[in-house]
Structures are given as structure tokens and as C-alpha cells.
């Protein structure tokens, strides 16, 4: 890819040119003590000198260097929440004269250009479009809103202690389904092309020249620097054989920690559950269906038949991880695990996905139960 | 033909009566309720029938003297549904710590203790009558409350709610207190129905809505005892709206028993 040096006081430029192409701007900022993506609409409000502190159930933002604005890798969201949303209407229903009338909630969409995803995200993107657009069922609102979807991405130039990309495969490099790509130098961004769409942005671009050899490198060792990462998940076919430890006494171990409280899998980039409650108002004339956010760690997720298929928080946990690690390369192709390290952090007990599936991984479950 | 009106009462044992105001809160809303419902009982808005039978009794507060216990009882025999509404009537309520002391504090509180007459423990309903559906809560949400109607009016079977208010929290895109504050947030372990209301504001939920579904709280509390909070700070923190429930009354009793002293 051919990179151009485009200098630190024009980046207010780009943001003005998808502006004015009519996008909304997306992107990090400081928020509550995090970086969170929301609307923006000034690069000032970007977490210029800021980075954050991420440890198993620890997140907290410390300074930077003032000119750098990604400096940081990851909060607790990032992309998820603009596709698959939250809280999603899926219809409403009517009394009228003629009968009750049923109407299929409209997708409201408006274009976005999300600002600052990872390599991981873009790893997540692509699971939640396998999962969402080419499964067999495909979802309009998600679709809707993936049509109308502008990424600049960034090369991570460090890791957090908790990213673990490089094992996984999916950074810390971006390297697909972007339609610009930055890496952030002291004095501004190489800025490369990933699309038609990027490449007309880009011209409107006041640029400099293309990226030099010494700039180049400055970029590819800021990569090098953000590969040297403290965990690593086993490979894919080692995690395989996870599904073959259905007993490992480690399930009840982290089951004794867990307190399925579901933010695992609601800050997981991946995970794609929900479940679906309707609401009406008191005359009963009206009624809406919505689709919300659910997680396998809820109870009622795993209510089927008059049965409660997952009773125990072990079970619960052993889904969560047979599903993301193993079963998902049988769904999907690949593991659903994009190394981001979000469920890590987040998590409020600090259960190590990583670490816990090193150790199923270890020796056979009898030896473990008498270590 | 119109459907008949649900003939519902409201009660109140012992109570702060805020959970009342969920019905008489909701604005232009009571009237639209008002053609759904007759409300036969409820002193709070001036209608008194103590003795009616009802469709659904709605029962606010604690069972906290024997008078409440005598109540509760006539209650049941007229009321085809008995629903408990609140932290008091769902678990016994702030009041309920008493249950956790073995002092006199009677004697301590009053200067003729001798002219009150109450239970020794404050006790949800449950306890005493059988109860149809728990609305949770300190105090429990309008929204709550219709939803619940709602459902009797379409004929489903109410369907109880024990998840995590984490849940709620995480679909509102707030950012965990517990993890960028380490706040001693109860959230983990806390039914949802509040809307997420402290850590929208930055605070740790300190649990009005009671225990979710499964609550680990052995492992929140040992949690907060890795953030530095102190064994009594600790069973303090599960000491306060629904003291008298058993996930957190264990947690009470495990921590308020380990005394700490300081290094000389």
C-alpha cells in the first residue's frame, strides 16, 4: 500500500470532508474514565494525551504524549454498538378499526465514519457480518447500517497489558475492511487507501508527500513495538481440544469467581446474543417487539422447553468459552476470540479468559484435581 | 362486550408509601390505568374499603408488627392475587436491620418503650401468606408496575425478572464504575428494573432493586476486599435495603464477624 504523509494540523480537514459527504463522525474520546466512541464533531474532542491502563478487572486512562491521539488500543466498546444495537425495535402492532395491523420497525440509519478501530475490531467486523449478513438469516438493521459504513482504521503503535492480538492473528496491524488507514507519527499520520470510497476522500485530502523510507520504518517499528505482547491465546487447533475437557474441575474454579453478571460477553466485539421483549401500553391498543442485547450468563438465555438448559454459573461459563474458542471454528470458520482483551479488563472480578484457557488446556483433568 | 374491570386493591403494612406512587405518579397515565382497573382499596388516594374483594391485592410494606401479621392475612382471603410491591413488602426493607441487631435498642431509642408493640423481625409478606408475583424495588418503577398489569390484562403468564442490572448497564453504554473506579458497585449481583440510575451517575449501585438471579456474592465480596474495602465496610455495604434477603444476609454474617485490628 502506498502511504502519504498528512500533517497533524489538517486533520480537522478529514473530518470536515466526511462531513460534508455526509457522514456522521464517529470516534474515541474521554468519557466517565474511559475511551468511548461516540458522535464527534471537532478533532479536539479526540483523547489527544491520553492512554489507558488495562489489567484483568482494572481500566483506567493515564497521560500520553499531548500530540498523540491514539495512543491508547482499546474501551470497552468500539463498533458493536453502531451495527448491532443495543436496544432494537423490530415491530409494532396497532388496534385499528379494521383489525389489528402489524408494521415492521423501519432501520433508522444514517452514515457513519467511525474513527480509530483496531485490527481487532476489524476482525470483529468481519465475524459479525459473517454472522449477521451471510448466515442464513440475514439481519436487515445491521445490514442497513454496514451499507452505510466508512472505517478509518489505525495501526496500534503499543499493546495494553491485556491485548493479545498477535496470538489470535488479528493485529496489531490492520490490514482489511478499511477504507483509510493511519499510522500516528510524532508530526502527524501516513494515511493509505482501502477502498474507492477512501480513495475519494483522500484526494480531497491536503496531503504531503509519499510516506519516506525513515517514516516507514518509524511505522513499522511502532507495529513491531505493539507485537511485543504479554499473553498469548493457545492456537486454534489446540483450542479444539477444549471441548474434549467437558469435566476439567477448572469450570467449577472460575465458576466459584464468576459472577455472570454478562459483561464478558456484552463488551466482547463478537458476541452477537440477544433476546426479544414486547412491550404495550395500558389501553392495549399499541405493542412493540424489541430485540435486546442478551448474554449466555443470563439465566433465561438458557430457559428452553420448560427447562433450564445452563442451571449453573460452571455451565454458563463452559458456553461461553467452548462457543467463543471452540465451536465457533466449526460455526464460523475461525475462533470467535479476536484477541482485543475487552472481556478481560472488564470483567469485574478479573477472570482471565487467556489464562483460564491455558490452564483447561493443561494436563488431563484427573491430574489437575489433585494438584 | 367491553371487558370487565380488574377490581385491584393497595395496601400498605409497615412503609416509607413511595412505592404507592407508582400508581398515583404516573400523570395523565392513571386515567388510561383507571379504564383497565377499579380500584377498590387505596388510602393513599382516599379510598378506603379494607374488607373488598379483589381480582389483585397489591401490598406495600413489611410485616413488622402484629397488627401488619392480622392484615396480611385478611388480605389473602379476599384477594384472588396477592402481589408484593416494594423492598419492604419483597424482603422486610430498610426496617429489616433491625433483625441483624441483638441489642435492645428499644430501650435505647424510646423513653417508654413499653408503648411500642412490634415483631422482633421485620419480614417480607412471603414469609407469612403465600404470595402470586414479587414486584422488586425500593421503591418499584410505574413502568414496572403497568407491565405487570399489562400482562394480566392480555392474559399471559407475568413473567419474572431476576437479570443482572450489569445487563442494563452495559445496553445504556455506561462505563463500569467497579472497573474504572474500583466504586463497591453491587451491580454484579443486583436485579435490574432501576434503569441503571448510580452508575449512570458515576455511583456504585447499592442494590434497592435486591438480589438478581444467581448472585455470586461471595465472590463480589471478596472482590471488594481486594479494592481495600474494610471486612465491616464490607457486610455494611449488603446491610442496607434488603438486609433481611438471604444472599445478602450471608454476606453480612461472613463479613461483620472478622474484626480487624490495627498493627501497634
Redesign the interface.
Known amino acids: 500500500m502506498t502511504k502519504h504523509f498528512f500533517a497533524r494540523q489538517h486533520l480537522n480537514q478529514l473530518f470536515n470532508v466526511l462531513m460534508d459527504s455526509g457522514y456522521q463522525v464517529v470516534g474515541p474520546t474521554v ?4 475511551i ?1 466512541f461516540t458522535e464527534l464533531a471537532r478533532v479536539e474532542q479526540l483523547p489527544w494525551g491520553w492512554q489507558e491502563v488495562a489489567k484483568p ?4 486512562l493515564t497521560p500520553s504524549r499531548k500530540n498523540l491521539c491514539f495512543a491508547w488500543n482499546t474501551g ?2 468500539a463498533l458493536k ?1 453502531w451495527l448491532f444495537k ?2 432494537q425495535p423490530l415491530w409494532q402492532a396497532e388496534q385499528t378499526e379494521q383489525g389489528l395491523c402489524f408494521r415492521q420497525a423501519p432501520a433508522k440509519v444514517t452514515p457513519i465514519a467511525v474513527v480509530g478501530l483496531r485490527g481487532c475490531d476489524l476482525a470483529a467486523l468481519k465475524l459479525q457480518d459473517q454472522h449477521f449478513i451471510h448466515g442464513p438469516y440475514p439481519d436487515p438493521y445491521y445490514q442497513a447500517q454496514r451499507e452505510q459504513l466508512f472505517i478509518i482504521a489505525v495501526n496500534c503503535a503499543q499493546s495494553a497489558e491485556t491485548c493479545f492480538c498477535v496470538s489470535t492473528g488479528d493485529g496489531p496491524a490492520a490490514t482489511h475492511s478499511f477504507d483509510l488507514l493511519l499510522d500516528e507519527l510524532e508530526d502527524g499520520y501516513l494515511i493509505g487507501v482501502g477502498s474507492e470510497q477512501g480513495q475519494a476522500v483522500f484526494q480531497q485530502l491536503t496531503l504531503g508527500q509519499q510516506a519516506t523510507i525513515d517514516q516507514l520504518d518509524i511505522a513499522q517499528q511502532q507495529l513491531a513495538d505493539a507485537s511485543q505482547q504479554q499473553r498469548h491465546m493457545p492456537d486454534e487447533h489446540s483450542l479444539l481440544k477444549l471441548t474434549e475437557n467437558l469435566e476439567h474441575p477448572q469450570w467449577q474454579d472460575v465458576a ?8 464478558c460477553t ?2 466482547c466485539p463478537t458476541c452477537f446474543c440477544s433476546k426479544q421483549e414486547s ?6 391498543q399499541q405493542a412493540e417487539q424489541v430485540r ?4 449466555c450468563f ?3 438465555h438458557g430457559y428452553i422447553a420448560g427447562k433450564l438448559f445452563r442451571p ?2 460452571r455451565h454458563r461459563y463452559r458456553q461461553w468459552l467452548l462457543h467463543k474458542l471452540a465451536n465457533w471454528q466449526q460455526q464460523y470458520g475461525r475462533s470467535g476470540c479476536v484477541g482485543c482483551g475487552r472481556c478481560i ?2 470483567c ?3 477472570i482471565d479468559l487467556v489464562a483460564e484457557a491455558q490452564t483447561l488446556l493443561e494436563g488431563s483433568p484427573h491430574e489437575s484435581a489433585h494438584r | 362486550m367491553p371487558p370487565s374491570k380488574l377490581a385491584i386493591a393497595i395496601h400498605k403494612l409497615t412503609s416509607c408509601s413511595g412505592c404507592q406512587l407508582a400508581l398515583l405518579n404516573q400523570g395523565i397515565g392513571l386515567l388510561d390505568l383507571l379504564e383497565q382497573v377499579e380500584i377498590k382499596h387505596f388510602i393513599e388516594a382516599g379510598i378506603n374499603h379494607f374488607t373488598a374483594e379483589v381480582d389483585i391485592a397489591f401490598v406495600e410494606g413489611s410485616v413488622s408488627t402484629s397488627e401488619d401479621l392480622e392484615r396480611v392475612q385478611h388480605i389473602r382471603q379476599r384477594s384472588k392475587l396477592v402481589v408484593s410491591i416494594g423492598a419492604c413488602a419483597t424482603s422486610g426493607g430498610i426496617q429489616a436491620l433491625r433483625n441483624l441487631s441483638d441489642e435492645n435498642w428499644l430501650q435505647a431509642v424510646y423513653a417508654k418503650p413499653e408503648f411500642v408493640s412490634s415483631l422482633q423481625h421485620s419480614t417480607g409478606i412471603a414469609e407469612h401468606i403465600k404470595v402470586d408475583f414479587e414486584l422488586w424495588g425500593c421503591p418499584i418503577t410505574v413502568s414496572q408496575l403497568n407491565h405487570f398489569i399489562q400482562q394480566l390484562l392480555l392474559g399471559s403468564k407475568p413473567k419474572p425478572s431476576g437479570e443482572k442490572l450489569c445487563m442494563d448497564c452495559k445496553r445504556q453504554q455506561q462505563v463500569c464504575v467497579l472497573v474504572t473506579q474500583q466504586a463497591p458497585c453491587l451491580g454484579p449481583v443486583v436485579r435490574t428494573g432501576c434503569g441503571a440510575i448510580c452508575p449512570t451517575f458515576g455511583r456504585a449501585c447499592y442494590g434497592c432493586f435486591g438480589p438478581s438471579e444467581q448472585p455470586n456474592c461471595d465472590s463480589l465480596a471478596n472482590r471488594f476486599a481486594g479494592l481495600g474495602l474494610m471486612p465491616i465496610e464490607i457486610a455494611q455495604r449488603f446491610a442496607a435495603i434488603h438486609s433481611h434477603s438471604p444472599p445478602f444476609k450471608d454476606q453480612y454474617q461472613r463479613w461483620q464477624t472478622i474484626h480487624v485490628r490495627e498493627v501497634e
Open positions: 468519557k466517565d474514565g474511559a468511548v478487572g482494572h481500566y483506567h470497552p466498546q454498538p443495543p436496544e466459584d469467581r464468576c459472577l455472570a453478571c454478562g459483561n456484552l463488551v412491550t404495550s401500553d395500558i389501553k392495549l435486546l442485547w442478551d448474554s443470563s439465566e433465561q449453573e454459573i479488563s472488564w469485574p472480578v478479573g
